[in-house]
């Protein structure tokens, strides 16, 4: 064995010259030829520019876009994804440049051989951007994105060949995404989908759902979970507990997959602890921003009426902002107009990191995504992190049209 493991590392070693030589000669100038960053363009553009082909109601709230390349704008295609990541949406509202994630609910199969995402969204009680949406988006809106991110996929060396969806509401999009994938691709997974829904009325895609089973010859199932159900329903009732989930399904070794509100995360983590499903074996989708951060338990009260200033560097020039202690940071960046990096707004992805100077903020505790070296190093994540005090930010440039 120490032999085995001392050849290879002379045979490491041996390299180690060779290589240090042709890095010498290369030229520190990117070649604007080569053909795998051509390619990484196409798989992975920065932008994507799409047009509204479609438009569905699905239920009295709910509506499902569907896009189609807008090639006037450059993008010729659009890219392939795995099932359960989103786009990010970029949009200018009332003057502030915004961005906001959703999940694809087409399948991959649907962007690679027919052309087209589509994405699913309810419209929120008082939501500022839903509105802008339910006002402005028509057939024939132009529309740009983010290329598919996230990690909210199926991994078949991670996960488990059986795997369990939990959805509440609108989480639904992903694993519709996912059940489709199954069929299209007659993937070696079961898949047992549980939708919690508050009434019949709010269930998204249900024709659809009631076929995935027979088209997938068994392999995908559905269970509907309806907490206030009407007068013949002969679905599941009341919530995603442990023992409605163990009464339908065996729970030994199979992966869940968590999409839905933010409070049903809480409560789902109750739930799998007694029946005790080991953390690996729980993936849950970003749960986005904080609906209001007042009502976590160790966020600092006394702070919820103040407006305090940040001081913005952005490359060489230096700006001030009011920022609400109850508003992420990006959100006051957002209010005051400034394009600041951002993709999955959940504190994951990374993409807002910013350098923080000066003051103290809170950060939510789950929604810490940061790696350890930007914790010590004082690196926030803007997009889950809070003023408590005036603070001195620096924050990433980016090119915006
Ligand atoms: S936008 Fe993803 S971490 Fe902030």
Not at 138 to 146: N, Q
Not at 315 to 320: A, D, I, K, L, Q
Request: proline share 5%; aromatic share 10%; net charge negative.
């Amino acid at each position: 064995m120490r032999e085995r493991y001392e050849n290879a590392m002379k045979s490491f070693n041996d390299i180690i010259p060779t290589r240090q030589q042709m890095i010498g000669k290369a030229s520190a100038e990117l070649d604007p030829y080569d053909p795998m960053r051509e390619l990484a363009k196409i798989l992975h553009p920065d932008k994507v520019y799409m047009v509204i082909d479609e438009i569905t109601e699905e239920t009295k709230d709910t509506k499902t876009f569907k896009f189609v390349p807008d090639k006037e704008s450059g993008t010729e295609k659009l890219p392939y994804f795995r099932a359960g990541q989103y786009i990010s949406i970029k949009a200018e509202v009332n003057g502030s440049k915004i961005t906001r994630p959703y999940s694809l609910s087409s399948s991959p199969h649907d962007a690679l051989k027919r052309g087209f995402y589509t994405i699913t969204i309810r419209k929120k009680e008082g939501g500022f951007f839903t509105q802008y949406i339910w006002e402005n988006w028509k057939v024939g809106t132009k529309v740009e994105s983010s290329s598919p991110l996230g990690f909210f996929y199926y991994h078949p060396v991670r996960d488990a060949k059986n795997v369990i969806g939990l959805a509440g509401g609108s989480g639904i999009t992903p694993m519709r995404s996912f059940a489709r994938d199954i069929i299209e691709k007659d993937l070696d997974i079961n898949f047992t989908l549980f939708y919690g829904i508050e009434r019949e009325d709010e269930i998204i895609f249900k024709e659809e759902l009631d076929s995935f089973e027979k088209q997938s010859n068994g392999k995908v199932k559905v269970v509907y979970v309806c907490n206030h159900p009407c007068e013949g329903w002969d679905g599941c009732t009341g919530y995603l507990s442990a023992e409605l989930i163990k009464e339908q399904v065996d729970v030994e070794d199979r992966t869940f997959i968590i999409c839905g509100p933010k409070g049903m995360y809480d409560y789902l983590d109750g739930e799998l602890a007694k029946l005790n499903i080991p953390r690996r074996r729980i993936r849950k989708e970003a749960p986005g921003e904080a609906n209001d951060i007042t009502k976590y338990p160790d966020y600092p009260q006394d702070l919820k009426d103040e407006v305090f200033n940040i001081v913005v560097h952005i490359g060489t020039s230096n700006v001030t902002i009011p920022a609400k202690a109850t508003d992420t940071i990006l959100v006051s960046l957002e209010k005051a107009g400034i394009a600041s990096p951002s993709e999955c707004r959940s504190g994951e992805c990374g993409f807002c990191r910013s350098k923080l100077i000066a003051g103290d903020v809170y950060i939510k505790k789950d929604v810490d995504g940061r790696r350890i070296a930007d914790k010590m190093y004082g690196y926030i994540h803007p997009c889950s992190t809070y003023p408590t005090e005036n603070l001195e930010i620096e924050i990433p440039l980016i090119q915006r049209d």
